[in-house]
């Protein structure tokens, strides 16, 4: 059996740095130590720029960057282009989209010394049709998506590839049920199975599963590794080795999409649901401050504005307000005031930071546009 496994690496740009030391500690060195281990172990992994400007700077840890630098040098570890901040790109901008996956690059050629990569990883896996044709015009070559983009369902997919009719970009699609699993434990169990197991299974998680939000106390990944007849690979080798790619017309979702949220019309739910008033208003204030971070593209402060706005179009703070429930899939209830507020305080600091642009009027605008949301937050709470 073939494991093609793809990590996430994100922790928000403006997380505190104790948060973020405790992902790199119980994961991200984990992982790293893993693959340093086993020679045989390849995998294909996403660092947002927003994670590597910080792990550089404040938390210090180029070891930790050299680390995987080494792994991507030899080939055992395979690293795709994303957006910098983790923006959820079908609901922005088409010009913030672009300067947010061009400055990923920049990110990627700093810290790792690598020009464009082949592959590309949309934030939640939240595909469109648009934003593929994008990343095809920006030169990636393939994406990962999550099995439901494919016809709506979630059924169960291992393995192939296929090509996007939207965009003539190549696809490969995860498998959702064993991707929200602890997935060494669930391929053990799968590979043990007396009625065989499949040749290839595509699995897509965040980093932190191995080691902050599950810790392996039975070695099973250890286990894993050491089983008779499993080997793993990069994304890009396997693409390469397969000929037969059926052409499909890709449905718009994201990796938590449901089949109940297609009907409903709902692709994005956790980041724009209909009724969810705080989605809505989240919105209007990030619209605001990219309109006038662009119109004010000569302000002096405009280095500043752009800090804060990249990191307030983070998809953070939409999920912390969606009110659903990941506890069944090693997450927590995603609701936390705080955490909209982070948002909202970026989003009026980027506006905030344009001091001498904006008129009285537009200031006072979005001071209230900023506080209807933290009232709003913070009366659902206690209530």
């Known amino acids: 059996m073939l494991w093609l496994n793809f990590l996430h690496f994100y922790q928000p740009a403006n997380l505190e740095k104790e948060k973020i030391s405790e992902a790199v500690v119980k994961s991200y060195e984990h992982i790293l130590k893993m693959l340093e281990a086993n020679s045989s172990l390849r995998v294909t992994v996403n660092f947002t720029g927003g994670l590597l400007h910080r792990l550089a700077t404040d938390l210090a840890r180029q070891d930790l960057i050299d680390g995987y630098s080494r792994l991507i040098a030899t080939g055992q570890v395979e690293i795709v282009g994303t957006a910098a901040y983790h923006a959820l790109l079908p609901l922005i901008s088409k010009r913030e989209m672009v300067a947010q996956i061009k400055e990923q690059e920049q990110y990627l050629k700093k810290y790792f010394g690598i020009n464009r990569p082949r592959g590309f990883f949309l934030p939640e896996l939240a595909y469109s049709a648009e934003v593929a044709k994008i990343v095809k015009k920006l030169g990636y070559e393939w994406l990962i998506v999550d099995e439901i983009s494919l016809n709506g369902t979630i059924d169960g997919v291992f393995g192939g590839v296929c090509l996007d009719e939207n965009s003539g970009l190549k696809v490969v699609a995860r498998n959702r049920k064993i991707s929200e699993s602890y997935v060494p434990d669930t391929l053990l169990k799968i590979i043990n199975d007396t009625s065989g197991a499949p040749n290839c299974i595509i699995t897509a998680t965040d980093a932190e599963l191995y080691g902050l939000r599950h810790v392996d106390t039975n070695g099973e990944l250890e286990n894993l590794i050491a089983a008779q007849n499993f080997q793993t690979g990069t994304l890009s080798e396997y693409i390469n080795e397969q000929s037969d790619v059926k052409s499909v017309k890709l449905i718009d979702s994201n990796w938590q999409t449901t089949e109940a949220d297609l009907l409903a019309g709902q692709k994005y739910k956790l980041w724009s649901e209909v009724g969810n008033e705080t989605h809505n208003d989240l919105w209007k204030l990030a619209q605001l401050a990219e309109k006038l971070h662009y119109?004010?593209?000569?302000?002096?402060?405009?280095?500043?504005?752009?800090?804060?706005?990249?990191?307030?179009?983070?998809?953070?703070?939409?999920?912390?307000?969606?009110?659903?429930?990941?506890?069944?899939?090693?997450?927590?209830?995603?609701?936390?005031?705080?955490?909209?507020?982070?948002?909202?305080?970026?989003?009026?600091?980027?506006?905030?930071?344009?001091?001498?642009?904006?008129?009285?009027?537009?200031?006072?605008?979005?001071?209230?546009?900023?506080?209807?949301?933290?009232?709003?937050?913070?009366l659902k709470h206690w209530q």
């Open 295 to 378: 119109k004010y593209a000569q302000d002096e402060n405009i280095w500043w504005s752009r800090w804060h706005l990249s990191r307030g179009l983070q998809s953070c703070a939409w999920w912390w307000a969606s009110r659903h429930d990941f506890r069944e899939v090693f997450g927590p209830l995603a609701w936390s005031p705080d955490e909209v507020e982070r948002g909202v305080n970026e989003l009026i600091r980027s506006i905030r930071s344009l001091e001498k642009s904006t008129d009285l009027k537009t200031k006072i605008k979005a001071e209230k546009m900023a506080q209807k949301i933290r009232t709003q937050v913070w």
